[in-house]
């Protein structure tokens, strides 16, 4: 049996990535990987730990980040302010025994280096890619501009993940003029812990849509 590598992106930074992509490593029961963390929170905690806490995976299944930046902007801004240089080829999903889920950072044409954004990155890699986005006003047009960039480099979209309250026309309309699966919506939600954002991705998605 093969385990799906699954990349998760989205149409801007602070939309939800992080936390669809712990329920979707919870569900898969997958291991976790962000290659890039730019920005720290004051404890020096990123990504990683926010998936620790909601997916409900043992630490073990938290892999290292390839690169830890302290400043919080885009990765190749904030690899210059610390002095060091990001190799877009030494990104390379690690093996693991089981599913495993990578988060960008940002949306998909935030540089990794000067000359390399992520969505070069992912072309490279050509796993299957969810954009996640938000159902609010202006998200028709991110999320149509984020499917024509992957979409011109390569990148296998898998579908396309709303974070927010539902908003039927504008999901539909993303998912019929973007050609896109719609796979699925996570409402936000009051109380963001591993048991309820557990419960509101099985009620919003289907874990065989990720996995077939
Ligand atoms: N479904 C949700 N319910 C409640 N709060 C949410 C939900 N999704 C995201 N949030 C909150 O919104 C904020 C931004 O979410 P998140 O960190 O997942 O964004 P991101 O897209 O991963 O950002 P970045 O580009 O920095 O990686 C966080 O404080 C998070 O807890
Ligand atoms: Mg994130």
Redesign the pocket.
């Known amino acids: 049996m093969t385990h799906p590598c699954i990349v998760v992106t989205?149409t801007d930074?602070?939309?939800?990535?992080?936390?669809f992509a712990a329920a979707l490593t919870g569900a898969l029961g997958a291991h976790y990987w962000k290659p890039v963390q730019a920005g720290l929170e004051p404890d020096g905690s990123g990504?990683a730990d926010?998936v620790a806490r909601l997916s409900g995976r043992p630490r073990a299944a938290i892999l290292p980040e390839a690169w830890r930046l302290a400043t919080p902007c885009s990765p190749h801004r904030a690899a210059e302010i610390d002095g060091v240089a990001i190799d877009p080829d030494a990104l390379v999903p690690p093996m693991v025994d089981g599913p495993l889920v990578i988060e960008g950072?940002?949306g998909v044409l935030v540089p990794v280096t000067r000359s390399t954004t992520y969505a070069d990155v992912f072309a490279r890699w050509a796993l299957p890619t969810v954009l996640v986005a938000r159902t609010e006003l202006g998200t028709i047009n991110h999320s149509l501009l984020s499917l024509e960039a992957l979409r011109s480099r390569g990148v296998p979209v898998l579908g396309i993940a709303f974070?927010g309250e539902a908003n039927p026309d504008t999901e539909r309309t993303i998912a019929e003029m973007g050609t896109v699966k719609h796979l699925g919506r996570?409402?936000?939600?009051p109380q963001?812990d591993a048991a309820t954002l557990a419960a509101a991705f099985a009620a919003g998605f289907q874990p065989k849509d990720f996995t077939a």
């Open positions: 989205g930074t602070g939309i939800g990535k992080t936390v990504d926010a950072a940002g974070v996570l409402p936000r939600l963001l």
